[in-house]
């Protein structure tokens, strides 16, 4: 089971980096894990805008997937009109990293289970 780093929360960019100075003791400098991490997000942000998929290993796989137009009716001029085409970001979970997601939350509920049964 890997290490548990992140809990559910959403984090963003300082959030992460407070949570790395802290997680390595103040072992490498501030300046440096910021710029990892900077680093990190541009160059992520820039592959998936280029099309590029993303894969993670132990984590997951960005990538781009492109969306059909969809029908609808346009209820000013009572017409079916067809949306223009989108792109979406796909993410798709790592076999590791859902099988201790799932593990986790069975070991919830079955604690939950428990604690409703003590009372």
């Known amino acids: 089971m890997p290490h548990q780093i992140l809990s559910m929360e959403k984090y963003n960019k300082r959030q992460l980096w407070l949570l790395l100075i802290k ?3 103040h072992f490498v400098h501030n300046g440096h894990i910021l710029s990892v991490i900077n680093i990190f ?6 592959e998936i805008l280029a099309g590029n998929e993303i894969r993670i290993i132990n984590f997951g796989t960005f990538s781009i997937k ?3 137009g969809k029908r609808f009716r346009d209820i000013v001029s009572k017409k079916i009109a067809l949306s ?3 792109k ?9 990293l859902s099988k201790y997601l799932s593990d986790r939350y069975y070991e919830q509920m079955k604690n939950s289970v428990m604690q409703c049964k003590k009372e």
Do not use: I, M, P, Q
């Open 88 to 96: 979406a970001l796909r993410f798709k979970v790592s076999r590791n």
């Open 41 to 46: 997000f541009d160059e992520l942000v820039k």
């Open 23 to 25: 997680r390595l003791n």
């Open 84 to 86: 223009k085409s989108t």
């Open 66 to 68: 492109d969306l059909k």
